[in-house]
């Protein structure tokens, strides 16, 4: 359900006797079938999706092979560093590959080794933290944290569901729980705590090739990986991932619900239901998946909603638009959404954690509630106690209203994010009123996630502007002067070629996420240090169900419910 190419980089132009021939939609083209098929679009995207997801699941494969105690620190050090290298020489073939298409034939295939290139190292980058996920729960059956917590309630009600069965909280959501429940039934015997495991490593590996996808919609493969997937990894999680993983996703595909509202005025009655359709289904999957983010969110979306209706073109398909795509929603999750309106008003979370003793304006850091050893918290700020992180930002908001100020791709986001600010300062400032929390504080990575994307599409527009400027003198040129604007294009304007810019990126995107993958990885590697490094621990010392320890519990020792030192850490 493609809505929008912006930023897409131009196809490489070629002479008619040449590659632009046999380009797809050309006439008398001569390819056989298959080929055309593999170019078009939709096959186009199939294959990178194709490419994205078996690249997440190599890591995570090779990781199972690693004979180390994950509990040892020198072992994690010696994990981490062999997930890297494996990421990073898998990535450098891909970028190679892209390299020969580009000296080869031409450049004939350049755009599709880009593409494939781009998809590969969304998902290897998922990948990473998935390998780290194998590497930390390594010799146990155990998902993160075995039965205790979070993990202990999401595994007890999934098997109640699984065998027909109300879960324990009305309001949690649903598509977790059948999901892991009947995946246990299918694989596990029924064993939920240990098909969580599975899902845990599986759902951190689908992280990426599902953002990359999204972001597809709206982006250009490069500038997807760029400006949509990287932001996206200050936030994957391998304890609970599908939360986070619904956060990355609604936001562009609630972009590009904007989006193809703004065309519906000129759109075909046929295309028009199909697309209003299927974004009903999307966002009811997603919201079965996890709700919080839908209410940070409803505010700025239905501004951007009424901004970008097509008032003057075509009211009445807009209409049409938005009835099919709340139709299609209601028949996915309305009756989990009428759930959530008649229980969720007396559902109460009455928890203060370490970050509802922060303060409310602080949002670049979720500490959870294991934070661990800190010091001065927020970190003291060199403006006003505002970091240099916060004030650009701030500044890149408002950079990005200032160049994208007519783009949808640009005001939902900004809209999104001070929708989620506003909620965020309405729940807390009526925290002490009603001694409730509300998870006000999840609003930190909606504000993260939309700070750091506007950050990016302050790059992303303004690599527009240069593209614009780059390419400029080779639509003025005369017809007579061909031969002269065939030249490099970096004698004529300054500007380097694309193929120069798209490797170079790539290998930046490349060791970029391989860095980040490899702090986010370990930071759950097993330890007893305060933090969420403790779910791991704790699944090494649970009793297996056929009453052994786990291969590498400390001193051999194991008990039923496991290490309950965490208790101590919570804040």
């Not at 996630?449 to 003198?473: M, N």
Request: hydrophobic share 50%; with cysteine; charged share 15%.
């Amino acid at each position: 359900m493609t809505v929008s190419t912006e930023g897409s980089a131009a196809v490489r132009p070629g002479p008619p006797s040449g590659p632009a021939a046999h380009a797809p939609g050309s006439s008398g083209s001569s390819d056989p079938a298959p080929r055309r098929a593999l170019r078009s679009r939709s096959g186009l995207l199939l294959l990178e999706a194709a490419v994205a997801f078996a690249a997440a699941l190599v890591l995570p494969l090779l990781a199972r092979g690693m004979r180390l105690n994950p509990l040892n620190r020198i072992a994690q050090v010696s994990g981490l560093a062999a997930i890297q290298l494996r990421f990073a020489l898998i990535g450098l073939l891909f970028v190679a590959a892209v390299v020969l298409a580009m000296r080869l034939r031409g450049g004939r295939h350049f755009d599709l080794a880009t593409r494939l290139a781009a998809a590969a190292i969304a998902g290897l980058a998922s990948g990473f933290v998935a390998a780290g996920a194998v590497v930390a729960l390594l010799g146990t059956p155990w998902p993160m944290f075995g039965l205790n917590g979070d993990s202990g309630r999401i595994v007890e009600w999934a098997h109640a569901v699984a065998n027909g069965q109300p879960s324990g909280s009305p309001v949690y959501p649903p598509m977790p729980l059948y999901t892991l429940g009947y995946y246990a039934e299918w694989f596990h015997g029924g064993n939920t705590a240990y098909a969580f495991k599975d899902l845990q490593i599986l759902g951190a590996a689908a992280f990426g090739p599902l953002v990359y996808l999204a972001w597809r919609m709206l982006l250009s493969p490069v500038r997807a990986l760029a400006f949509g997937v990287v932001p996206a990894f200050a936030l994957i999680d391998s304890y609970k991932p599908y939360s986070q993983t619904v956060l990355v996703l609604l936001v562009p595909v609630l972009v590009a619900m904007v989006l193809a509202l703004r065309r519906s005025g000129t759109e075909g009655w046929r295309p028009l239901l199909l697309k209003g359709a299927g974004f009903g289904v999307l966002l009811g999957v997603l919201f079965l998946t996890y709700s919080g983010w839908f209410l940070w969110s409803a505010a700025g979306v239905l501004f951007a909603a009424l901004l970008y209706f097509p008032w003057k073109t075509g009211r009445l398909k807009g209409a049409a638009f938005m009835g099919t795509t709340l139709a299609a929603f209601l028949v996915v999750a309305g009756r989990y959404l009428m759930v959530m309106l008649k229980e969720g008003q007396t559902t109460k979370d009455y928890n203060f954690r370490f970050d509802n003793f922060t303060d409310p304006a602080y949002y670049l850091m979720w500490r959870t509630d294991m934070p661990g050893k800190v010091g001065d918290w927020p970190p003291p700020g060199e403006f006003g106690g505002v970091g240099l992180f916060a004030l650009v930002t701030f500044l890149c908001l408002g950079a990005a209203i200032w160049l994208g100020l007519r783009k949808p791709l640009v005001v939902t986001i900004a809209a999104m994010f001070i929708s989620a600010w506003v909620m965020r300062m309405y729940i807390a400032s009526h925290m002490y009123e009603t001694q409730t929390v509300q998870l006000y504080t999840r609003t930190n990575n909606q504000l993260l996630y939309c700070g750091l994307i506007l950050c990016a599409l302050v790059a992303h527009l303004v690599s527009l502007k240069l593209a614009e400027r780059r390419t400029a003198p080779e639509a003025a040129a005369p017809a007579s002067e061909a031969s002269e604007a065939s030249a490099p294009a970096t004698g004529r304007t300054g500007f380097p070629g694309r193929e120069g810019a798209v490797i170079g990126t790539l290998c930046a995107l490349l060791l970029l996420l391989g860095t980040v993958s490899s702090s986010m990885s370990d930071r759950y590697m097993p330890a007893q240090d305060g933090t969420y490094r403790i779910l791991p621990w704790v699944s090494h010392t649970i009793r297996q169900q056929d009453g052994k320890c786990p291969k590498f519990a400390p001193k051999g020792e194991c008990s039923k419910d496991g290490d309950q030192s965490w208790l101590s850490y919570i804040r």
